[in-house]
């Protein structure tokens, strides 16, 4: 899996014009599935995510965690996180996983997150999205579980 982290002060998703998540302060994660993930990837990355201290405290240090914070999730599901532009002028997706696999592991990956505590909302897999996001620092981060 491959996840772009965001360090948000507000974020949404709208769908057909319809607002499906929204959320206050938090991570938007695009979340991204490669043919080889499994169960095992998504718990990895669900406790690094909540556990990452990257909210910071009253010495503006990074020391405090999502849990820390009481943080909420808006999670985007993105297959052309596995786009590779290596060649030509056109991204190959054959990383990406297909459909089937993916949606399964992004939802165990959306539920191993609520299990921890954490408010979670989410757009509509396999539809395009308009993400809007109020970006706090700037901080993006990309983790991987490979």
């Known amino acids: 899996m491959r996840i772009v ?25 695009l979340v991204g599935v490669t043919h080889e993930d499994t169960e095992k990837d998504a718990a990895w990355l669900a406790e690094k995510i909540v556990h990452l201290r ?3 405290d009253e010495e ?3 020391n405090f965690s999502l ?5 909420q999730i808006l999670s985007i599901s993105q ?11 056109r991204p190959n997706f054959m990383e990406a996983a297909g459909h089937e696999h993916a949606e399964k592991i992004y939802e165990q990956f959306n539920r191993f997150l609520r299990e921890k ?25 990309i983790l991987e579980s490979k």
């Open 5 to 29: 982290l965001q360090r948000s002060k507000e974020a949404s998703v709208t769908v057909n014009g319809e607002i499906t998540g929204r959320i206050d302060s938090g991570f938007v994660l």
């Open 117 to 141: 505590g954490v408010h979670v909302e989410t757009g509509v897999f396999g539809a395009m999205m308009d993400v809007q996001l109020v970006n706090d620092g700037p901080v993006t981060l």
């Open 60 to 62: 503006e240090k990074m």
């Open 67 to 71: 849990l820390d914070k009481g943080g």
């Open 54 to 56: 990257v909210f910071e």
């Open 79 to 89: 297959f052309t996180l596995y786009g590779d532009c290596r060649k030509g002028r």
